[in-house]
């Protein structure tokens, strides 16, 4: 059973950063795509950031230049930077096991609880 444990949000202001971290399970973590997504209050699920096993990475256009993703695969761990973050970054973060066919899609395979990003002064 894939699991997904994602950490490291909180309240931060304009400007700021925060790291997250997923913790993975229950499947081959170093032969996986994996993803972020996240849902902003009274929106759908949007694709975020996604990144392949050798560490290729891909980014929404709302991120591109603030976030950064990257994974360890000894430790089944992914990670998500966020920097420079904007009001509009607030959302509930996902880590995600994507479809194969479906990299950059907010579909996924598998996600896990999320984890709380909010953006205010």
């Known amino acids: 059973e894939v699991q997904l444990v994602e950490s490291g949000g909180g309240l931060v202001q304009p400007g700021g950063s925060l790291r997250l971290s997923c913790a993975a399970s229950?499947?081959?973590?170093?032969?996986?795509?994996m993803s972020w997504v996240r849902q902003a209050p009274g929106k759908g699920l949007e694709w975020v950031s996604s990144?392949?096993?050798?560490?290729?990475?891909y980014y929404a256009d709302s991120v591109k230049g603030r976030f950064i993703i990257s994974r360890d695969n000894a430790k089944d761990t992914l990670y998500l930077q966020l920097n420079s973050l904007k009001t509009e970054d607030t959302s509930m973060y996902y880590c995600?096991?994507?479809?194969?066919?479906?990299?950059?899609?907010?579909?996924?395979?598998?996600r896990g609880q999320g984890t709380q990003v909010t953006v205010s002064s």
């Open positions: 995600a096991k994507p479809y194969n066919s479906r990299i950059f899609s907010p579909e996924v395979e598998a």
């Open positions: 990144i392949s096993r050798s560490g290729i990475t």
């Open positions: 229950g499947f081959t973590f170093g032969n996986a795509y």
